[in-house]
Nanobody, 117 residues
Framework: QVQLVESGGGLVQAGGSLRLSCAAS????????MAWYRQAPGKQRELVAA???????NYADSVKGRFTISRDNAKNTVFLQMNSANPEDTAVYYC???????????WGQGTQVTVSP
């Protein structure tokens, strides 16, 4: 079965940068949508950033100007470049791939990002 493998999480100081990666263990054709979600302690999971097959992006207001999502379709990989990190970014981050809008898709197991003051 296909699994999404996440990497790049860890501890970073406020103001620092971190880059998350998420790659499918097997090739997935025609991925329409790649996204990053996060869930902080005691809070609901929220969409952080998304990118379509055509390269159109959407970002949560809280990360605009600081985070950048990108994808490498040939490598079935999505990235999240996190700059100017702040403690409010502390959460478990999950990647998600969808072939069509509305489907559940494939999910990563989550990677912890902790931003210290």
């Amino acid at each position: 079965q296909v699994q999404l493998v996440e990497s790049g999480g860890g501890l970073v100081q406020a103001g620092g940068s971190l880059r998350l990666s998420c790659a499918a263990s097997r090739s997935i054709p025609s991925i329409y949508y790649m996204a990053w979600y996060r869930q902080a302690p005691g809070k609901q999971r929220e969409l952080v950033a998304a990118i379509s097959s055509g390269g159109r992006t959407n970002y949560a207001d809280s990360v605009k100007g600081r985070f950048t999502i990108s994808r490498d379709n040939a490598k079935n990989t999505v990235f999240l470049q996190m700059n100017s990190a702040n403690p409010e970014d502390t959460a478990v981050y999950y990647c998600n791939f969808k072939r069509v809008a509305g489907e559940y898709g494939y999910w990563g197991q989550g990677t912890q990002v902790t931003v210290s003051p």
